[in-house]
């Protein structure tokens, strides 16, 4: 696959992006196993799933299961991150992405075996990562980004991705989830 002029988006370094996941782990966690929409399998590189709002990387995580334990919520954490430095991303939501033969399906397929040749060959292309529409969103609004590096997770004095603040899962959060998609919580008994 040949991306020589794909169109692209620069992702500013001060831009806040976003990340729930589980309180034991690195927010920085480059997934290289296949089980990621742009995970560049076959290469010694991994794709780090971030989101450009809060309410994307909610959905990221829960997908389509509506009823969540309170516990699954409780035992993740809202990572606010920025990379510190410009990255160059294929963009997936550009409408000139189509002379490449790419369309939405690309990032909401559920067969992820093009999604992952794209990212070997976006890798190859010398970007940074991808961004696309975040499938579980059916408005197709919300922005997601694959960011590439190493597989694994980075060395804990790593600069090359800053550490981010972390809180605990935002009540607010929980209530834009209920309050667009329908998401409803359940309180442990």
Same mark, same amino acid.
């Given at each position: 696959?040949?991306?020589?002029?794909?169109?692209? =988006?620069?992702? =500013?370094?001060?831009?806040?992006?976003?990340?729930?996941?589980?309180?034991?782990?690195?927010?920085?966690?480059?997934?290289?196993?296949?089980?990621?929409?742009?995970?560049?399998?076959?290469?010694?590189?991994?794709?780090?799933?971030?989101?450009?709002?809060?309410?994307?990387?909610?959905?990221?995580?829960?997908?389509?299961?509506?009823?969540?334990?309170?516990?699954?919520?409780?035992?993740?954490?809202?990572?606010?991150?920025?990379?510190?430095?410009?990255? =160059?991303?294929?963009?997936?939501?550009?409408?000139?992405?189509?002379?490449?033969?790419?369309? !939405?399906?690309?990032? !909401?397929?559920?067969?992820?075996?093009?999604?992952?040749?794209? !990212?070997?060959?976006?890798?190859?292309?010398?970007?940074?990562?991808?961004?696309?529409?975040?499938?579980h969103d059916p408005a197709l609004r919300l922005t997601s980004v694959a960011l590439f590096a190493p597989a694994g997770a980075p060395?804990?004095?790593?600069?090359?991705?800053?550490?981010?603040?972390?809180?605990?899962?935002?009540?607010?959060?929980?209530?834009?989830?209920?309050?667009?998609?329908?998401?409803?919580?359940?309180?442990?008994?």
């Amino acid at each position: 696959m040949n991306l020589e002029g794909f169109p692209y =988006r620069t992702l =500013r370094g001060d831009r806040p992006l976003y990340r729930l996941h589980r309180a034991a782990r690195e927010p920085w966690w480059f997934s290289a196993d296949g089980n990621g929409r742009f995970d560049p399998v076959g290469t010694n590189a991994g794709a780090c799933y971030v989101a450009y709002e809060p309410l994307c990387a909610w959905i990221e995580v829960f997908r389509k299961a509506m009823v969540i334990a309170e516990a699954d919520v409780s035992a993740r954490i809202l990572t606010e991150l920025r990379t510190g430095r410009d990255l =160059r991303l294929a963009d997936l939501v550009s409408r000139r992405a189509l002379g490449f033969g790419v369309t !939405a399906s690309l990032g !909401a397929d559920e067969d992820y075996g093009r999604s992952h040749e794209f !990212a070997v060959a976006a890798i190859a292309a010398g970007f940074d990562g991808v961004r696309y529409r975040t499938r579980h969103d059916p408005a197709l609004r919300l922005t997601s980004v694959a960011l590439f590096a190493p597989a694994g997770a980075p060395g804990p004095t790593d600069p090359t991705w800053p550490p981010g603040v972390s809180v605990p899962t935002p009540d607010e959060l929980i209530e834009d989830a209920a309050r667009t998609f329908g998401y409803r919580v359940l309180p442990a008994p």
